[in-house]
């Protein structure tokens, strides 16, 4: 993050030459010994230097403060922040590089697993700090790691910020149709009863962003976590079921939701968010990730934000939440003692809390901390664990599950839709090998 300055000693004394030039010499060498945390050059001979790999591009500025408050508490580490704008790509460089990061920051999906499986990151799992966290948030974390060898599914990173998948909504909007915004509905037959009603109402029940294709796996990410169990994707690595075993009932959902979009869907993430913020819908079927953008155009809208129901049970309902941050560190790293020092740190109840208000995040504690009031109606399912993780976060990136799902949302052809994730699926487990 920082280069140590060096301060030069002149000596004027009348010394010949060939002594002025070799004290020279080794003051060059002394700088570069404390520039790299070598030992024997005076008062900053035990300083230390962490290379930290950060990915969250919207988090850049807040992890460059947290590491300059890190840095004055313990004068004797460094740390030297490299942001990446293609985190996948640049971790894998590096590791192939062998030059591992000593700590790391990644998002907790199927790359961060691949990479968890081979063994490059430190294993947590017998951490005291694991007995802070969500039970829940560690478990997926877990099963993120890439083998169907339940035994190997170790912490290979530990949950520092989760996000949620749902729908966002509009209080006033729903006051305005009859609709109280403090229960939300619970089962899937409530859920489309209240659309109808905002239509009756001729309010646009649903903001679809279909633009950009990525926005489909909201809602699909968000019925699946009722619906598919997270075994089921183990038992479709190895080939006992199929994407239309598990993802028909899921998808016939998600194109029943986009039937309530009366306004125009082909519309972008970013224009959707705006129209949403400005009033044009009752719900807009994102994530928590979507309020800091919504809150930018208008910080004075109501906001609420509720899981998706699938299901006719209300009892059966399992909230999407996934590990939006993890934090890791390399499993050889040379400065373990203040790489885990500086990962506690950030860790510590103040640091999550503080990171989550910035980010409308959730704390990854047992005592959960939510980022934005809104999100306080989902505080029950992270309470009795009732969490599952984002069903995209099982899917190579090679696979355009997005692209699939935009066509599958216009057309409204779920067979098709599973059909060719079976045909990419299948390519993909042919050249892996576990």
């Known amino acids: 993050m920082r280069t140590d300055s060096q301060t030069h000693h002149h000596r004027t004394a009348g010394h010949g030459l060939a002594r002025r030039m070799a004290r020279r010499a080794a003051a060059v060498v002394c700088a570069v010994a404390v520039g790299l945390g070598v030992a024997g050059c005076g008062a900053n001979s035990n300083v230390v230097t962490l290379d930290f790999f950060q990915f969250k591009s919207e988090a850049a500025d807040w992890f460059k403060e947290a590491a300059a408050e890190f840095e004055r508490q313990n004068p004797n580490i460094r740390i030297n922040i490299n942001n990446s704008a293609n985190a996948q790509t640049d971790l894998r460089t590096r590791f192939v590089k062998n030059r591992v990061p000593d700590v790391i920051t990644f998002n907790g999906d199927i790359s961060f697993g691949y990479f968890a499986a081979s063994g490059v990151f430190y294993d947590f799992t017998d951490e005291d700090i694991v007995d802070t966290l969500n039970s829940g948030m560690v478990e997926i974390a877990k099963n993120l790691v890439q083998t169907t060898d339940q035994s190997k599914k170790r912490l290979y990173g530990l949950p520092f910020a989760g996000n949620a998948s749902g729908y966002i909504y509009n209080k006033e909007l729903w006051r305005k149709a009859g609709v109280d915004p403090q229960n939300p509905p619970t089962t899937w037959s409530e859920f489309i009863a209240m659309l109808e009603k905002f239509r009756e109402q001729g309010i646009n ?95 004075d809208i109501e906001l609420g934000f509720a899981q998706m129901p699938a299901t006719d049970d209300a009892d059966e309902q399992v909230l999407t939440a996934g590990d939006d941050v993890m934090i890791t560190m390399g499993a050889n790293t040379k400065h373990k003692e203040e790489a885990l020092k500086f990962i506690e740190f950030l860790m510590s109840e103040e640091k999550l809390n503080e990171y989550a208000d910035a980010q409308s995040a959730i704390t990854p504690l047992k005592n959960t901390h939510f980022g934005n009031e809104a999100l306080e109606t989902v505080r029950s399912f992270f309470k009795e664990n009732r969490v599952a993780d984002f069903c995209d976060h099982y899917i190579p990136s090679s696979i355009n599950i997005g692209g699939y799902l935009q066509t599958m949302v216009t057309s409204g052809d779920v067979d098709r839709f599973v059909s060719s994730m079976q045909t990419e699926w299948d390519k993909v487990q042919a050249r892996t090998f576990e």
Do not use: M, R
């Open 205 to 299: 029940p649903v903001e679809a962003t279909v633009a950009d294709a990525w926005t489909t796996q909201a809602p699909l990410a968000s019925l699946a976590g009722t619906l598919v169990p997270e075994s089921k994707y183990t038992e479709l690595k190895k080939g006992t079921v199929s994407f239309k075993d598990i993802w028909s009932a899921v998808c016939e959902k998600e194109v029943k939701l986009f039937e309530y979009a009366d306004g125009d869907k082909g519309i972008t993430y970013q224009q959707g968010t705006q129209n949403f913020a400005k009033g044009d819908a009752a719900i807009i079927p994102l994530g928590t990730y979507a309020i800091p953008q919504i809150l930018l155009v208008n910080p």
